[in-house]
């Protein structure tokens, strides 16, 4: 039987050095944007923030006065802000990456105007009585203000932020499904406590595992 | 069994002239700092003024063995000082990029640079 002639490998085109040379600048730079990442991001004090607004949405539930329900979602809202920026500051003191420099400057620039935008549209909401609109555009705009930070920060951050803007669309779309049996306001209640509490909970305990406290 | 290290240009590295003026073409690179993961390691450096032994493994996602190795190499280069000492009981390993690191570090970034703009002149 004869031999099959043995086929040389097709010659790969070489790689141009200047190809190599952008290559290892893309590397250095990419490095020094993950090496300098917010990292100072609060697990333990997300995971209270979480305990803060699952209380928070029982209490919210007892109607004890007509505006009951939107002055206690108000007060959990500076509650957690308060224990999150205290959690922030103790951890970035402790790590020693400064929150008013570098990344974390940036991170907390880009986290304030969706929570601006949120507190007017909160007021144009509460002018119009469409109270019920609210849960959905809270967590959405959250969301968007963690999404935002988190692109200055590790990239479990833009995950949580993704995962409130979800379960705000699921309060939008999904509270025709819960009003009939819940009623309005405490179908939002459920929303509330599932997105400020739990999905905060669980991603607060996931960084306090995984980036020290 | 490990390749050796390629010979590094004798004596001490001129790094900040090096720096200041574009690369010339057929100037040896530095290879302390061209291996990719010691290049990682002084990227990192360079944007945290310190960084624990842990940190610096999470944050590149080397193993315990190859970034001792690497962290000894650019030591031994006196690109990067090692601080050895204690947080309570348990043991902590710092790393600070030193001055002719960042210096090295500058002028590899000025080689690379300069050879892209080499092309793009042709």
Redesign the interface.
Known sequence: MAAQPVKAPAPQAPI???DR??D??A??RN??L???AFTAVPGWGMAAMGVIASAGGVVAAQRLSPDWWIWTWGAVAVLGCVVGVLAMVHKSVRT?QPVWKGAGRSAVFSFCPAILAGMMITEMLYQHQLEVLMPGAWLMLYGAAVCAAGAFSVRIVPLMGVTFMVMGTFAYLGRHAVEPILGPLLGADLFLIVGFGVIHIVFGLIIAWRYGG | MPRPEPARPSGPTPVSSKAKRPAVQGEPLDRVIHERQRLAIVSALAVNPVLSFTELKQMLGMSDGNLSVHAQKLEAAGYVDCTKGFEGRVPRTEYRLTKSGKAALDAYLAHMEALIAAVRKQ
């Open positions: 141009r050095l200047h040379a952008a290892n600048l590397f250095i490095t020094m993950r090496a300098s020693g």
